[in-house]
């Protein structure tokens, strides 16, 4: 079933003119005509622009382009609804930029067409980022394709789910606290946080900019590497982007460690602040049955501290608000988006906001503009920002004994639609393992390691590196899923 390749295979058949382009995209047309009416992933797909891309990648196949040249050549991707392609609807899954067309490609969008992907569809998301469960889209919830009574995760939700229904090959999602990790995890398949600034955020409508991240959501490890390397590499229209080099991620998987021992030599660190109450059973059980796993791959297993994690969830909470608070304030009704009129500016522009923004925007708008306020900025933001340095060292001290973390990636499995969104607390907890990752800028890999018992929901394992240390993680990731079978377990709806 040609849905159901991974990007490596899909790409030996194109090479191999077995298929085209055009038969991949059309097998994923065809699921999710199938299966969205249930999983509810896609919030538009321009189907005249996706087959005339993929027509046009059948033509530079048949005049000798490589996969050497291009990796992504004729690979449908999909794409969450927070990046910039041009002449896409770019909405945030909000109201206050429903029917907005960008003008232009963000830095990964150009980078994938560089590469020769087939860029198709929108993809649900909790409005702005902003969720953990993608119950706050303003249209609706993805539902999640192991069981769709349940949530996807979120914030990128509609990205795991068509993943893990194999209605896209790949999806590109963006993390913040863990919204490329967490859903990553609840549907079974791999999602990648790259270090901060290893990947471009122009194009990237902005919630928290000094913690977004852009990432892949891939079925392998490998397919992962594959994105990764396309995406990466300085931008001169983001300040904030590395100038490093960009490593061979595939190449970086083999070696070095071969045999029955791929990971000899590695350390890789268990935190003591993570061993909490709270971790549901058969999560707890399918991670502590990974890391076992890793040790047989010759990896050595050491506890590690990160003494001021227990904050990191305060901490988060505190900057994140700050910044969308900031960011969001261009959102005011005048300069592009929705538009309801007031008798002054004053009115329009709370007229707009309200109307434009769903409950938990506002709720993280208002937050954040108080923890900004004249008489609370030095008490809780800038107190924030000092703490936020504290969980970067202990990281830092951390790798100088272990070349990776490993933590559960989310407390509990997908949890019901409902079940927690009239609390938000507990709705926030749901990020409690990924939320250090984006505070420190260092990458982060949720692979999965097994399923909870009854009812048979994905569990996943997080793996943490260093910064720019995507390439060990990476490897990780993959030596492990080359003794097991997780990763190959297809949804009811896939």
């Known amino acids: ?130 969720g953990s469960s993608t119950e706050n889209s303003a249209y609706w919830t993805t539902l999640n394709p192991w069981d769709t009574t349940r949530i996807p995760g979120g914030s990128s939700g509609g990205c795991a789910a068509a993943v893990a229904a194999n209605e896209a090959f790949a999806t590109i999602g963006s993390d913040t606290g863990g919204s490329i990790r967490q859903p990553a995890a609840l549907c079974g398949c791999v999602g990648l946080k790259p270090t901060y600034g290893r990947v471009s955020r122009y194009g990237l409508v902005a919630f928290a900019s000094s913690l977004d991240q852009i990432g892949p959501f891939t079925k392998d490890t490998r397919d992962a590497a594959t994105l990764l390397g396309a995406i990466s590499g300085h931008d001169r229209r983001d300040s904030t982007s590395l100038v490093e080099p960009v490593p061979d991620y595939v190449a970086a998987l083999e070696s070095p460690g071969a045999g029955s021992t791929p990971l000899k030599g590695l350390r890789i660190g268990v935190v003591k602040e993570f061993q909490i ?107 924030a920002q000092k703490v936020r340095t504290l969980i970067r060292d202990d990281f830092l001290k951390a790798f100088e004994k272990v070349d990776a973390i490993v933590s559960p990636t989310a407390p509990t499995a997908a949890f019901k639609v409902g079940e927690k969104s009239s609390d938000p607390l507990q709705m926030y907890l749901s990020d409690i393992f990924t939320i250090s990752c984006n505070l420190a800028g260092i990458c982060g890999l949720s692979v999965p390691c097994g399923f909870t018992g009854t009812p048979r929901l994905p569990v996943g394992m997080q793996l943490l590196g260093r910064p720019l240390g995507e390439g060990t993680i990476l490897k990780i990731a993959h030596a492990y899923e080359q003794s097991t079978d997780w990763h190959r377990q297809v949804a009811p709806l896939g």
Request: aromatic fraction near 8%.
């Open 1 to 130: 079933m040609l849905h159901r390749l991974t990007i490596s295979q899909l790409t030996g058949q194109l090479a191999r003119r077995e298929v085209s382009s055009r038969d991949a995209l059309e097998a994923c047309l065809a699921q999710i005509d199938r299966v969205d009416p249930q999983v509810k992933a896609f919030l538009s797909a321009d189907r005249a622009d996706a087959r005339a891309q993929a027509d046009a990648a059948d033509h530079a196949l048949a005049a000798g382009t490589t996969h050497a040249q291009k990796p992504l050549l004729g690979v449908p991707i999909a794409l969450k609804d927070v990046l910039c392609h041009r002449g896409q609807p770019v909405g945030c899954s909000s109201r206050i930029l429903e029917g907005f067309v960008s003008p232009y490609d963000g830095t990964v969008v150009e980078r994938l067409k560089t590469a020769g992907a087939v860029l198709f569809g929108r993809l649900n998301m909790d409005e702005f980022a902003m």
């Open 277 to 383: 109450g709270g971790v549901e059973a058969g999560v707890d059980a399918a991670v502590k049955t990974g890391i076992a796993r890793l040790r047989e791959l010759g990896a050595e297993i050491v506890e590690v501290s990160l003494p001021h994690s227990d904050y990191a969830a305060a901490t988060y909470y505190i900057i994140a608000p700050a910044e969308a608070s900031a960011n969001l304030a261009r959102f005011d009704g005048v300069r592009y988006g929705r538009r309801v009129d007031g008798a002054d500016p004053f009115e329009l522009n709370s007229r707009t906001r309200g109307a434009g923004f769903g409950p938990e925007v506002k709720r993280r708008i208002i937050l954040g503009t108080y923890v900004l306020s004249s008489g609370y900025y030095d008490a809780y933001y800038l107190r």
